[in-house]
């Protein structure tokens, strides 16, 4: 049960161990509950924490693997140590239901917890070793080493729609720390509080492992300009980002267009397509539609794994699999969504989604305010291949279903799609053959793909890829959930004839 004592956010931003209030100002825009006042983010500030940073990176970057174990543990144990506030703030700032910011609180130290077990184990430094082959000829080989090493300070954005999992304390923080990288946050304004406890939280952990308190800062709040001041900072060597395509590719562009380019690791948007094969339709169809509608609408449609699209053969089993969707959808009722903002642009993504002739109306309802309700459209194949606008993702609970002729269709609309997050197959056995025929198409288009499930809930593991070809994500060859993530980090170093006394542990 939640403690009901209440929690009052100082509004300052964490730079280096130091809380510091900055001399402008914003005021929060909770969903429900009060309002409360947040320092607002400058370039000056992004430039005291990154060279913070960058001081702290010459202890970190070159801390053992244990001593990075035990601060991410501390890390997620101060998290736990607040969860109560954090959850109590996090649903007036987001609107989010008790049990999911439980959830995400649960998974938010779970991942912390899982990369210190994984560094522990130190595969991912991938080391090797060439031995020297002095009477090779008609050469000698030099004796050879390689090691994974931390990049240097590493600037991280919060996500409007993961308060916890995916901003302050979240994948890219836990990922960067884990590798060897001290971090800078800019605070998602959506969730400024929630963004300051977990700060808090880190803050507590450094001083209880006795890290250099340049190793996390957040800035809070600020306009476009502390973003560009981040990413555009010479001492930041990596950028974590989740978030819109358009704010993502401007911040993408601008790393690329740095004296020194840096990569930008940005999860940027998908409409994770669902091709549900004959024999699923036709034994299953109706049980597929009303769970694609709980998918659809889980969290009011804000997970960037939301299934948007479903591609179905025309027929009566299309037709049983629509009205299933579609009554289960009439039943879901009005849901908060994250911000305003989010709202109004979930409203917009509706009016032109129902404003094309092409498109036919299933299920029409009223969203007002912060509030979404589902919407339900169908169209064809061929409406699909014609119109690029379409494939456009609409965040929040609004589903497209396309019918299509036969599977040679859907593989030409399989053709068609930009880069995805996910794409799932529905298949029974007697679909084998059917999928075998996708199966190259989808592995191509996405980072995950799934068969007869929702992609909804992403599982933090070793094996686990959140990411994907663009839109879906800026760099194809990474992922940001689960243990590979702290790969974005670390770059290869070769030691050549270089002896024991100065190699790292890891490696002499």
Known sequence: MLDDTPFTPHGKHLIAGEWIAGAATFTSDPAHGPAHD?????????????????????????????????????????????????????????????????????????????????????????????????????????????????????AVFGASNFPLAFSTAGGDTAAALAAGCPVVVKGHSAHPGTGEIVAEAIHAAIAKCGMHPGVFSLIQGGKRDVGTALVTHPLIKAVGFTGSLAGGRALFDLCAARPEPIPFFGELGSVNPMFILPGAASARGAEIGKGWAGSLTMGAGQFCTNPGIAIVIEGPEAEAFAEAARAALSEVGPQVMLTDGIAAAYRQGRDRVAADTSVQQVLTTTCDLRNATPYLFCTTGAEWLANEELGEEVFGPLGLIVTVNDVAEMAVIAKSLQGQLTCTLHMDGADTADAKTLMPILERKAGRVLANGFPTGVEVSDTMVHGGPYPASTNFGATSVGTMAIRRFLRPVCYQNIPDELLDADLA
């Open 38 to 154: 947040f320092s607002v983010g400058t370039p000056d500030l992004v430039d005291q924490a990154v060279r913070a940073a960058e001081d702290a990176f010459w202890s970190y970057g070159y801390s053992t693997r244990a001593e990075r174990a035990a601060f991410l543990n501390a890390i997620a144990d101060e998290i736990e140590a607040r969860a109560d506030a954090i959850t109590q703030i996090g649903m007036q700032e987001t609107g989010l239901p008790e049990g999911r910011l439980q959830g995400e609180r649960g998974r938010t130290t779970g991942q912390l917890r899982l990369f210190a077990q994984h560094i522990l184990q130190g595969d991912y430094l991938d080391r090797r070793h060439d031995a020297a082959l002095p009477d090779r000829a008609p050469l000698p080989r030099p004796d050879m080493r390689m090691i994974q090493r931390p990049i240097g300070p590493v």
